[in-house]
């Protein structure tokens, strides 16, 4: 089947849109870093240092939303580059000398002085008046843009994305001067083209509501914002700190796809996807050793060098070379050797053929899914061949079973493509459209239970249970976002404390029962079932091989009044329980159980000298053993 030209990948055109050569979009920038920027332009009006409905002051609001960001980038993406500029301030600090412009903090990587400056200006002991004063509402937003622009042009690191937070209350600023309005127009569309953009954070003024279809439907890309992108309305907007907050979070955290590749449905039809990783495991980072002695603390630089154990020479990565254990045998390879064995062609989905969705089953997903979406700057028609693909596949209940390659280098995996259809709610999209990438086990991978039973409790007791589980339902339903990873918390929390000299160092922990309500809702029915089960007889089960094989042999070593007496057919009996019990152990994958002991002990019963004394080495002996 060939392709036409609509199909046609945009990678073989060599051919360059000469109208946007210079310009740098942010899907190209990510492609070359992945550090984000966040430039945050605070109004600072009379309007912005009125308390609102609930006491709480816009201006410090937006303050500790800057301090939020710039903690969690410090936590998770510390080489992020984050700049504070007030507009509308008495006061002026910037480059150009504009009036009523303050830029506050440079953009650079967050740190700790930073951080305790919008401390200092939170609690007040940076007094605002006598440090930044406000202008009675005189500024000009073009030339603020303008600041902006300057800031990120001159920023000596590469950034894959950047974005303008802009907070304010003000929904119609110059509304008295055409001139200026142009000009805020003009510089915005500036910001756009070079790749800057504008995220407004609108908060509602003490009985106004802001309104951006009077000012900023001109200034935002398209009109709107990712917020009215998602379905909600343009009015809504907030004075709460919780709620801005979360506005804040849901937009600063910047959307990079993990790998762009194709999707082979026939020869020569092809179709470009890309692929996120909605859920990810957070971990803490690694830690790095520092030396103390002196007046600074001064970082350790890593250095591994390799001995020959043999002449005591020191090697260079050029004289390393990789084997296995092969029967006995150490198979050596070099490094392009390993690198080209591990290779199975070059990245992408290729198209096996499709199953019903029942025989996805959830224990067959072995770490976390991906999310597939159509890229149509790679292949154009991909959105269309996607879109028509997913509705079919959903309106048929199929999975489309598939080998992907992620990039070069990487190990291919068998994979099951979920249809997920658009799900559209009061409050806009709650369910985007796309493919969930569900990687499967191969048969190498698939353990067998080895527990059997064929005990069926009693009526009684499962009554008992289901009653316990039906009075201890979480009604609200569960959800992660609820949910954060105490360990972790604590972790940063500890950091936090001793960097900025806090005392605080207690956390949230979700994740404890709560015993006393538990208790209340439903201790008569746990204590139902507890005195159900204790009245219930279990039928005794029959010893595995295993263990009836160590019994028997524990029998006749207590039985033995002399060990070291013992027979030549006592000590062959031994030696075939022994066998019995590895080969148990082998078949139930349970051999890094055995002591080193033990493991050496059976290899000297088969006639076969032990790999040295660690236990990885004598596994790896005894599995050899038992598979050839």
């Not at 492609?31 to 600072?44: A, K, M, P």
């Not at 894959?160 to 001067?177: W, Y």
């Not at 009075?471 to 569960?478: D, E, P, Y």
Request: hydrophobic share 35%.
């Amino acid at each position: 089947m060939s392709s036409s030209s609509s199909w046609k990948s945009k990678y073989d055109d060599n051919e360059e849109d000469e109208e946007n050569e210079n310009i740098l979009t942010d899907a190209q920038e990510t492609q070359w870093s992945s550090r984000d920027s966040i430039l945050f332009v605070i109004d600072c009006s009379p309007a912005m240092l009125k308390p609102s409905e609930d006491g709480e002051i816009p201006f410090y609001t937006a303050m500790k939303c800057a301090m939020t960001v710039q903690l969690n980038k410090i936590i998770s993406s510390e080489s992020d580059l984050v700049g504070i500029v007030l507009y509308g301030t008495e006061k002026s600090k910037n480059p150009n000398n504009f009036e009523h412009i303050y830029v506050l903090q440079d953009l650079e990587a967050p740190d700790v002085n930073k951080i305790q400056q919008l401390e200092s200006i939170d609690d007040k002991t940076i007094n605002f008046d006598d440090e930044f004063g406000t202008s009675n509402g005189k500024y000009t937003l073009g030339e603020i843009f303008w600041t902006a622009t300057n800031m990120f042009g001159s920023s000596a690191q590469r950034v894959g994305s950047k974005r303008l937070f802009l907070f304010t209350n003000e929904d119609d600023p110059h509304a008295d001067d055409i001139s200026l309005r142009s000009a805020s127009k003009v510089r915005a569309k500036d910001l756009q083209d070079f790749g800057i953009k504008i995220e407004l954070f609108d908060i509602d003024k003490l009985g106004e509501q802001f309104n951006r279809k009077i000012f900023y439907k001109d200034i935002l890309i398209d009109g709107i914002d990712d917020d009215d992108e998602e379905g909600e309305p343009l009015e809504d907007t907030t004075a709460k700190l919780s709620e801005l907050l979360q506005r804040v979070q849901r937009k600063e955290v910047k959307k990079r796809s993990m790998f762009n590749i194709p999707l082979k449905l026939a020869p020569g039809l092809e179709i470009g996807v890309k692929g996120y990783n909605l859920v990810l495991t957070q971990t803490k980072g690694l830690h790095r050793n520092v030396y103390t002695l002196g007046e600074a603390v001064r970082e350790v630089q890593t250095v591994t060098t390799w001995i020959c154990t043999d002449t005591t020479q020191y090697l260079t990565p050029a004289d390393l070379k990789y084997y296995w254990e092969f029967g006995g045998v150490k198979v050596v390879f070099t490094k392009e050797e390993v690198a080209a064995m591990k290779t199975f062609g070059p990245p992408g989905l290729a198209l096996i053929g499709f199953k019903p969705k029942s025989t996805v089953r959830m224990h067959h997903n072995i770490s976390h899914s991906m999310f597939l979406y159509p890229d149509e700057k790679t292949y154009e028609g991909s959105t269309r061949a996607f879109s028509s693909l997913l509705k079919a596949m959903a309106e048929m209940d199929k999975v489309a079973i598939c080998s992907f390659t992620q990039r070069a280098g990487y190990s291919t995996r068998l994979v099951a493509l979920v249809p997920q259809l658009e799900i559209i709610g009061s409050n806009g999209q709650e369910q985007p459209p796309g493919l969930q990438l569900i990687p499967l086990p191969w048969a190498d991978d698939i353990r067998q239970l080895p527990i059997e039973t064929d005990y069926t409790p009693s009526t009684e007791l499962i009554d008992a249970a289901k009653a316990l589980v039906a009075k201890l339902n979480m009604k609200k339903g569960f959800h992660p976002d609820n949910y954060e990873n105490p360990s972790l918390q604590k972790h940063y929390k500890v950091l936090q404390a001793t960097a900025l000299n806090q005392q605080d160092t207690d956390i949230d922990d979700k994740t404890l029962p709560k015993t006393e309500q538990m208790h209340t809702r439903a201790g008569s029915y746990i204590q139902q079932f507890l005195d159900v089960a204790g009245t219930v007889e279990v039928p005794e089960s029959m010893p595995s091989q295993s263990a009836s094989v160590a019994s028997s042999k524990r029998a006749s070593q207590s039985q033995d009044p002399a060990p070291s007496k013992r027979s030549k057919s006592s000590g062959t009996q031994d030696a075939a329980g022994l066998l019995a019990d590895m080969r148990a152990k082998y078949d139930n994958d349970e051999l890094n159980k055995a002591t080193v002991a033990v493991l050496k002990e059976f290899l000297q019963s088969v006639s076969l000298k032990p790999n040295g004394t660690k236990k990885a080495d004598l596994v790896s002996q005894v599995e050899g053993y038992f598979a050839n």
